[in-house]
Nanobody, 123 residues
Framework: QVQLVESGGGTVQAGGSLRLSCVASGIVFSRNAIGWYRQTPGKLREMVATITSDDRTNYADSVKGRFTISRDNAKNTVYLQMDTLKPEDTAVYYC?????????????????WGQGTQVIVSS
């Protein structure tokens, strides 16, 4: 079975930093794109950052320049380094893996999700 397990969430003051981790199992990790999404109550889940199997990255405009996604294939782990955090970054952050192995906006397919980790940024 596929499992994605997030960790690293917590409460920080605005301007602070957190590093989230996602450990994956049940997939060929080195060949799979991984993404971070976030969701707040009453809002749609939004993409934060993605990283491909060959280390190409994509970021939401709202986090570009502040967040960095990276991967360590030897540890089956993807990280999200979050710097200069803002109160609007408060959300539950989810790790995501497309079952097909890569993100494609035009071809539907199943995705795997972690359970989420809470990030709270106080003002």
């Amino acid at each position: 079975q596929v499992q994605l397990v997030e960790s690293g969430g917590g409460t920080v003051q605005a301007g602070g930093s957190l590093r989230l981790s996602c450990v994956a199992s049940g997939i060929v990790f080195s060949r799979n794109a991984i993404g971070w999404y976030r969701q707040t109550p009453g809002k749609l889940r939004e993409m934060v950052a993605t990283i491909t199997s060959d280390d190409r990255t994509n970021y939401a405009d709202s986090v570009k320049g502040r967040f960095t996604i990276s991967r360590d294939n030897a540890k089956n782990t993807v990280y999200l380094q979050m710097d200069t955090l803002k109160p609007e970054d408060t959300a539950v952050y989810y790790c995501n893996a497309p079952a097909r192995g890569y993100y494609n906006d035009f071809i539907p397919g199943p995705h795997y999700w972690g359970q989420g980790t809470q990030v709270i940024v106080s003002s």
